[in-house]
């Protein structure tokens, strides 16, 4: 291997657990302040303090895993100028822009409602409160898009042409709303809702499976799973959609991650077929081993018996992405997804039945113990995701346009490896800080005997003193009498 070479690689390895450990956050604020939202409405609406100490629970941990997002995000955006220097300065006219937008319209104000929100209790209305909250899940969706706007260009490279070194934006509206885009938003922003539901049901049913407060935990795990009978199907069906997407615009993106190495022809031969399990030579192109189910494959791409799906024997050699990574990566993220969807069917179940009670859930403590195990899985679904979807990609930086070897700044083998090896150090600090103040949390249980603290009814009222200041009309705050 030479010396430029194995400097990509560095580059690629360095950026992808940069990118690996930062996704760990920003998919459970979403998820978790959109919970928050919920069922801070739901005390709004119905006055049960339940619902209040479930809020003020889950709050405490959206808090951790927002700063652990924060310190994380900022080593990722240091990373782009520092290890795809050239991939910057080319991209700046367009990708600058978006992180700008993502910037002012998401993280900017989303900062401007998280004090509000955080601190505001017992000092702001209760609607107030509310409207901060919702803000705080609005903006965190803002910046996701963003985001998704950005790395979706990167696979379909729409409204803009390279000139003199440079994207230059022809056409803004095709080149924000490409079309891996309009599938890969949903599918990302269902994937930070599932995160956030089977994290309130994970940590819900160990509540209840060692019967701290059981009945409190039972409204948030009630409320989660009968979200997730809708979220969990919905997120195979936008997953499929996202599939489609990809094999009409990076056929060789798709042949990769079904180790699909010869093009089918829809002449009704075995050819037809999707490999269940595989093991792909790259050096020979073909599989040195395969388990296949006929038709599949046309089924599952254009929903047809028989057709013509391209194989990677319709790409240069040299432009062809890997292939083994993609592959399984792609198997364990829809195993994960789909197992996530039987346990939220089986949830479903079990309430249709009348059985999702306390003693019901006690009494099978081999479901509670699936759900607490269930939380890890759609982190393992969004890696997954995350690598099948950049590894796939490859050679490109930008599809078609830009190879990642012509994007990687200039450094020598040396500094490369001790960025890499500071930014696994503070990852890994993060982490560990963020899992242990996420478990002290979770030992500790929602606060039961702290005064409820309303906005409505805060600790200082606004009165007038019974004296000459009263009487010229000055008001005061003074505490309220019992």
């Known amino acids: 291997m030479t010396d430029s070479a194995l400097m990509v690689d560095l580059a690629r390895l360095d950026f992808s657990w940069i990118s690996t450990m930062h996704i760990l956050y920003p998919p459970l604020t979403i998820g978790l ?41 900022v080593t990722m955006e240091m990373a782009f100028g520092i290890l795809f220097g050239p991939f910057s300065q080319a991209a700046g006219p367009f990708f600058g822009n978006i992180l700008g937008y993502e910037t002012i319209t998401a993280f900017m104000y989303e900062a401007g409602f998280i004090g509000l929100m955080i601190f505001g209790w017992g000092k702001i209305s209760k609607k107030m409160h509310l409207f901060a909250t919702f803000n705080v899940a609005f903006s965190s969706m803002l910046s996701a898009m963003w985001i998704l706007v950005a790395n979706s260009w990167m696979q379909s490279p729409t409204g803009v042409h390279l000139e003199n070194g440079l994207f230059l934006v022809d056409d803004w509206t095709k080149a924000i709303f490409n079309p891996n885009f309009l599938t890969g938003f949903p599918h990302m922003l269902i994937a930070a809702f599932e995160i956030g539901l089977f994290f309130v049901a994970g940590i819900s049913a160990w509540m209840i499976l060692k019967n701290r407060q059981p009945q409190l935990f039972l409204r948030s795990l009630t409320a989660a799973m009968l979200a997730l009978v809708v979220v969990a199907p919905l997120q195979v069906w936008i997953g499929d959609e996202l599939g489609r997407t990809v ?40 599989n040195d081993f395969q388990i296949s189910i006929p038709h599949v494959l046309s089924l599952l791409e254009d929903h047809q018996w028989e057709s013509v799906v391209p194989g990677l024997d319709q790409v240069k050699p040299e432009d062809r992405p890997p292939v083994l990574a993609p592959f399984y990566a792609f198997r364990i993220m829809v195993a994960a997804g789909g197992i996530l969807m039987l346990l939220a069917l089986w949830a479903g179940w079990l309430k249709w039945r009348g059985e999702f009670t306390v003693r019901g859930l006690q009494q099978r403590p081999w479901f509670l113990r699936a759900l607490v195990f269930s939380a890890i899985l759609p982190y393992i679904a969004i890696w997954t995701g995350w690598w099948t979807r950049e590894i796939a990609r490859q050679p490109w930086i930008v599809h078609g346009l830009m190879r990642t070897s012509e994007g990687v700044s200039q450094m020598s083998i040396g500094a490369e490896i001790a960025w890499f090896i500071g930014f696994v150090i503070f990852d890994l600090l993060v982490w560990l800080g963020a899992w242990y103040f996420f478990a002290k949390v979770v030992r500790k249980g929602p606060d039961m005997d702290s005064p409820v603290v309303d906005g409505d009814n805060p600790e200082f009222t606004l009165g007038t003193l019974p004296d000459a200041t009263a009487a010229e009309g000055k008001p005061l705050f003074v505490r309220p009498t019992a």
């Open 33 to 73: 302040a959109t919970f928050l939202l919920f069922s801070e409405w739901r005390w709004l609406k119905t006055d049960d303090e339940e619902w209040y100490r479930l809020t003020r629970f889950f709050e405490k941990l959206f808090v951790i895993n927002f700063g652990a997002g924060v310190a994380t995000g």
């Open 247 to 286: 094999a009409e615009h990076d056929p060789a993106a798709l042949a990769a991650m079904e180790g699909h190495w010869h093009t089918y022809l829809p002449d009704g031969s075995p050819n037809t077929s999707w490999n269940l399990i595989a093991w792909p030579n790259e050096a020979k192109a073909t």
